[in-house]
Structures are given as structure tokens and as C-alpha cells.
């Protein structure tokens, strides 16, 4: 069975509770608020049903209150600082993105939702990591826009406005956000050649489209195929009572899979 809890954790709460009932064996979590694991972690383990939890990783703190929680995912600092490779290579082999030649990135920010452990990390890590490949940087502007196109087109339409030629990157916490970020582009006055450069995250393939198009640079390619047979093989494990010994599990917690750069040159490789 899947339920979708459209963002509201109370409704989550019992969505689980009702799957509980039902008798599941494993429950697989995307939890709204990372922060407000206690109702389904007290739920889980007054029944002794396993939770998996997924997408957004809880605080390690919340995730060592049971025996039997665990999470699945990737490394939010890994796409991060990959994002951030992405954007410093492009800025040191292409004379042309440095748009006033002043040797200093000019960028701006479209991050996820608020206080979403990804979001926080992978802005964090991507200029950390541009920092530390020699590329002086000036942050401009920053808007939130919930991983969502539309949303990030609005926010970026509204920093064209503000920073007229002066944005020379923007980083992207994901692919449509970026996507939106170009979507803002194409209905701009710049001409194509005077585009920022545009990153962003997770490999989607509309993602993986605009990176062989060339209107993204690249993307840093999140292993969902990986992650979601991961799930599998955890909550079939479990639900025997298999050894989990050959599931490679971090501090007996954790599944992650690393994520992948991809530029111009390989994207080919990742679409389809």
C-alpha cells in the first residue's frame, strides 16, 4: 500500500497508525517533518513492527531511539560538494562565465524547503567546495523554492529582475528547481551566449535532458533505482528475519549510496 500525507505529519501519523493495523510487517517512511519522528517511533516499537525511514534523514539522535529503525538514502554532503566540483571546474575552464571579468563567481541559490536537512547541506557543501577549489565567490541572492519548478522559475524571474547581467551562477538544490531557474532564462531579455551557468541535483531525466542539451552543466545523479532496491531487500529481510549482515548496513542503521557526476561528456551514459 502507499499513502501520500501531502505534507502534513499529523495525517502521516495516522496513515502509520492505520497501516499498523492492517498488520504490515515493514513500514517505509518519507517523513514530513524530519524533526517529529516520536508518534511513529513510539507506534513502531509498541508493536514491533521495523520502519524504514527514507528521502529525509532523521537526526541521528531520533534514529538510535529504537532497535529496529533505520534509514536508506544518499549523502546530502556528497551531492553537495560534487555540485560544487561542477561549478568550479565550469567557472575555471570557461573565461566567458566569468561575465565582468572581476575573477570573483557572482551566484545565487534556489534551496529546497525550509529547514530540510538536504537543502541546508547541499547549499552548504556546494559553496564550501567552490571555496576550496580556488574560486572566490559573492552570494547575491537566495530564494526557497520547495523543489519546485514553477516556484523556482518565480523566484529567479524576480532575481533577473533585481541582478540584470550580474548573476554569472546558480546553484540549484535540485534538477527542476534548476530547470525552473531556466525555464526564467528563456523568458528573460539575456540572450542565450549571456545565460548564467546553471547546476543542479538528482539526475532526472528531464535534468539529464537540459545537461545534454547544454543548458544545464551538469547534474550530480542520485542512485533512486539503488535506494528503492535497498528498501526492498531491507524490508524482505526483515520481514523473514533474515541475517542483515549482507545488506552492508553503516553503524547497523544506515543504507547510502553514493552519488555520480555528470557532465556533458557522460551524461549519455545515465539517460535511460
Given at each position: 500500500?502507499?499513502?501520500?500525507?501531502?505534507?502534513?505529519?499529523t495525517t502521516?501519523n495516522?496513515?502509520?497508525?492505520t497501516?499498523?493495523e492492517k498488520?504490515?510487517?515493514?513500514?517505509c517512511?518519507?517523513?514530513?517533518d524530519r524533526?517529529?519522528?516520536?508518534?511513529?517511533t513510539?507506534?513502531?516499537?509498541k508493536?514491533n513492527?521495523?520502519?524504514?525511514?527514507f528521502?529525509?534523514?532523521l537526526?541521528?539522535?531520533?534514529?538510535e531511539r529504537w532497535?529496529k529503525l533505520?534509514?536508506?538514502?544518499?549523502?546530502?554532503?556528497d551531492?553537495?560538494?560534487?555540485e560544487?566540483e561542477?561549478?568550479?571546474?565550469?567557472?575555471?575552464?570557461?573565461d566567458g562565465?566569468?561575465r565582468n571579468q572581476?575573477r570573483?563567481?557572482?551566484y545565487v541559490?534556489?534551496?529546497?524547503?525550509a529547514?530540510h536537512?538536504?537543502?541546508?547541506?547541499?547549499?552548504?557543501?556546494?559553496v564550501?567546495?567552490?571555496?576550496d577549489n580556488?574560486?572566490?565567490?559573492e552570494?547575491l541572492?537566495?530564494g526557497i523554492?520547495n523543489?519546485?519548478?514553477?516556484q523556482?522559475q518565480?523566484?529567479?524571474?524576480?532575481m533577473?529582475?533585481e541582478y540584470d547581467?550580474?548573476?554569472e551562477l546558480?546553484?540549484?538544490n535540485?534538477?527542476?528547481?534548476?530547470?525552473?531557474a531556466?525555464d526564467?532564462?528563456?523568458?528573460?531579455?539575456l540572450?542565450?551566449?549571456?545565460w548564467p551557468v546553471?547546476?543542479g541535483?538528482?539526475?532526472?531525466?528531464?535534468g539529464?535532458?537540459?545537461?545534454?542539451?547544454?543548458?544545464?552543466?551538469?547534474?550530480?545523479?542520485n542512485?533512486?533505482?539503488g535506494?528503492?532496491?535497498a528498501?526492498?531487500d531491507?524490508a524482505?529481510?526483515?520481514s523473514?528475519?533474515?541475517?542483515?549482515?549482507?545488506?552492508?548496513l553503516?553503524n547497523?542503521k544506515y543504507?547510502?549510496?553514493?552519488?555520480?557526476?555528470v557532465?556533458?561528456r557522460?551524461?549519455?551514459?545515465y539517460?535511460?
Open positions: 500500500e502507499i499513502l501520500d500525507a501531502s505534507g502534513n505529519q502521516q495516522e496513515q502509520v497508525r497501516l499498523m498488520g504490515c510487517d515493514v513500514i517512511v518519507n517523513l514530513v524533526t517529529e519522528p516520536t508518534t511513529i513510539d507506534m513502531a516499537e508493536n513492527i521495523p520502519i524504514i525511514f528521502n529525509r534523514e537526526v541521528a539522535e531520533d534514529l532497535s533505520y534509514y536508506v538514502g544518499a549523502d546530502a554532503f551531492s553537495g560538494r560534487i560544487g561542477l561549478a568550479a571546474d565550469a567557472f575555471l575552464t570557461d562565465m566569468d572581476d570573483i563567481c557572482q541559490v534556489l534551496e529546497g524547503e529547514g536537512q538536504d537543502a541546508i547541506v547541499r547549499t552548504e557543501y556546494a564550501s567546495t567552490i571555496i580556488g574560486v572566490e565567490v552570494k541572492a537566495y523554492a523543489w519546485n519548478r514553477a523556482a518565480t523566484k529567479m524571474t524576480q533577473l529582475a547581467g550580474e548573476i546558480v546553484i540549484a535540485n534538477d527542476d528547481m534548476a530547470l525552473g531556466i526564467a532564462l528563456k523568458t528573460s531579455h540572450k542565450r551566449a549571456d546553471v547546476v541535483i538528482d539526475g532526472t531525466d528531464v539529464l535532458a537540459a545537461v545534454a542539451s547544454g543548458e544545464m552543466v551538469g547534474t550530480v545523479y542512485d533512486k533505482e535506494q528503492a532496491q528498501m526492498l531491507l524482505y529481510a526483515l523473514v528475519g533474515d541475517t542483515l549482515d549482507d545488506l552492508n553503516e547497523g543504507i547510502r549510496l553514493p552519488y555520480s557526476k557532465g556533458s557522460d551524461v549519455k551514459n539517460m535511460k
